[in-house]
């Protein structure tokens, strides 16, 4: 007799673990960047509007037509020949980490003014016309 209860207790058990550790195997499946602690992919921005000077040494910072400010990085195109330019950016928007930003805040908030700023990794330059007019 005590086989049979056992088989009983089994029988029930075995699909209530199935329901209740199923929901936690499909969460072990996440195979996203944020779930693995890594940085996720660039975001690939296209903007365009006037080039300028930026305030950091060796900075470059873009006035989009729509407003928004970007500080410029790139290691493979010359932004200072292009200083006072319209030109069309393509490149990859950069999150930096908290302290970062906080460490660079107030020049990038004396750059942009009131309005918003990101940061862009560029890696490709039109120019549309030689003046920011």
Do not use: N
């Not at 969460?27 to 903007?47: D, F």
């Not at 729509?66 to 010359?78: C, F, M, R």
């Not at 003014?113 to 490709?124: I, R």
């Amino acid at each position: 007799m005590p086989d049979r209860r056992v088989l009983k207790v089994v029988l029930w058990l075995i699909p209530i673990l199935a329901i209740t550790l199923f929901p936690l195997r499909l969460g072990g499946q996440e195979t996203g960047a944020k779930y693995r602690g890594e940085k996720a992919e660039p975001e690939p921005q296209t903007v365009t509007g006037c080039l300028q000077k930026g305030e950091e040494p060796g900075g470059f910072v873009l006035t989009a037509d729509d407003g928004q400010v970007w500080e410029l990085t790139s290691l493979k195109v010359k932004l200072a020949e292009h200083v006072g330019h319209k030109v069309k950016l393509s490149g990859s928007r950069i999150y930096e980490s908290e302290e970062h930003e906080k460490k660079m805040e107030a020049s990038e908030k004396k750059e942009a003014g009131s309005k918003e700023y990101a940061d862009l990794k560029v890696s490709s330059l039109e120019m549309v016309s030689d003046s920011c007019k």
